[in-house]
């Protein structure tokens, strides 16, 4: 049977299309969103909402106070929906009629984000006389980076209405791996900490043909690439991995130059704060201790990026049950293993207990034609907006009626 929020998704789904496909045709980057920000203010105009800007991003918190809630605020629950904003530094290779107009693209499908997440506020809006608590729905910049969930918590989204949010909930679209409609999620673990390691090895350059008069850092720095691997299949569980990737290397000007220094960059992804903690402190001393067996100084930064993304147990049981059903459990997939990819709703998760859940919006009916997220040709439907907004509102009106809110 359909529900209500179902029935509000599919009249305000020409809205969400709309909207979508507006912000596909200009993408923005990083924390300032300044368009984006205002597309999002013009939508939410017409709701009865209380809205504040970002101090230091171009973010959107807005609350709507449900009219069957007590007026003691301790008293009201509260649930928080987040859709982050940004887009990406890709050239779009999609041909569509609305395709990016700037040279970013949203190849990681956030204007669906958002646009599903004005599409919920509008549905809730439509119900919030029966809504016995609060909903603070959160419009975020910089996901992709430097990252916007940790500055807008830092400026107060999570007590927007006024007390801590009593739980949290968010979706990611994807454009591959799985049929169009199909969701997709675990407990506990679902994403990696995507953590950064910065490397640069200090040696004496010269010339190329008498090696014995300077100090060639760059056979030290792949030696020091290989060893890396290593260290992952020697020192790590199989059954809590990580994973190390060197995508940057960085050396020399001529090939019969031997430079100063030499140095790369990694991605480390860890499934768990402990592999998280090993990596960085192995790493570092195996870099160090290249180094200095070559007669090199090593400069070693790990950088933290964002956290592991952890699913509560209980608010993940419950966004399964609403999901199965809404939609059917046929359209739930239940992952066996975490992707290695980061998010960073992970913060959001940290402080409160909640779910971050997938949404198959792949374009191509055969899948092996569909490229993935970040691609130039990753290509969105946004016929499953009108799912994910209902999915959203539906989430926010159960929780706030549950028991133990």
């Known amino acids: 049977m359909t529900t209500r929020t179902q029935e509000l998704a599919a009249e305000f789904a020409p809205e969400m299309i709309a909207l979508r496909r507006d912000l596909h045709q200009n993408p923005e980057i990083g924390l300032d969103l300044p368009q984006t920000q205002r597309r999002i203010l013009e939508a939410l105009e017409p709701l009865d909402l209380e809205i504040t800007l970002g101090k230091g991003l171009s973010s959107v918190t807005a609350v709507l106070r449900g009219g069957a809630a007590p007026n003691d605020a301790q008293d009201r629950p509260v649930v928080l929906l987040r859709g982050d904003m940004d887009g990406l530094p890709v050239t779009e290779l999609v041909d569509v009629p609305f395709k990016s107009t700037n040279g970013a693209m949203h190849a990681c499908g956030h204007d669906l984000h958002v646009a599903g997440l004005v599409g919920a506020a509008k549905i809730l809006h439509a119900v ?67 953590d950064t390691l910065r490397v640069k090895f200090i040696g004496q350059g010269g010339h190329g043909s008498r090696p014995f008069q300077g100090n060639d850092p760059v056979p030290a720095l792949c030696e020091a690439v290989l060893a890396l691997q290593t260290m992952v299949t020697r020192h790590f569980d199989i059954f809590d991995p990580i994973v190390v990737t060197v995508g940057r290397i960085a050396a020399g000007s001529k090939e019969n130059i031997i430079p100063d220094s030499a140095e790369f960059d990694a991605t480390v992804r860890s499934f768990s704060p402990e592999s998280r903690a090993k990596a960085e402190e192995l790493s570092v001393a195996l870099l160090k201790g290249i180094a200095t067996a070559h007669g090199l100084e090593a400069e070693v930064e790990f950088e933290h990026v964002y956290p592991v993304t952890v699913n509560d147990e209980v608010e993940f049981a419950f966004t399964q049950g ?84």
């Not at 919030?128 to 959160?138: S, T």
């Not at 049929?179 to 407990?187: C, E, L, S």
């Not at 992707?339 to 191509?364: K, N, R």
């Not at 016929?383 to 809110?405: C, F, H, Q, T």
Request: charge should be negative; include cysteine.
């Open 322 to 405: 609403v999901v199965e059903d809404l939609f059917g459990a046929e359209r739930f997939h239940l992952l066996e293993n975490p992707i290695p990819g980061g998010e960073d709703f992970s913060f959001v998760l940290e402080e409160v207990p909640g779910t971050y859940i997938f949404l198959s919006a792949c374009a191509h009916e055969d899948l092996r034609k569909a490229d993935g997220n970040h691609s130039p040709r990753a290509a969105f439907d946004d016929v499953v907006l009108p799912d994910g907004a209902a999915l959203l509102a539906e989430l926010a009106v159960r929780r706030l009626n549950r028991a133990d809110s």
């Open 128 to 194: 919030r006389q029966e809504l016995p608590g609060d909903v603070v729905f959160m419009f975020q910049p910089g996901e992709e980076g430097p990252g916007g969930a940790k500055p807008m918590i830092d400026e107060g989204v999570l007590d927007a209405a006024g007390k801590r949010a009593d739980a949290a909930y968010g979706l990611h679209v994807m454009s591959d791996q799985v049929p169009r409609g199909m969701w997709i999620g675990k407990p506990k673990t679902l994403m990696a900490s995507p």
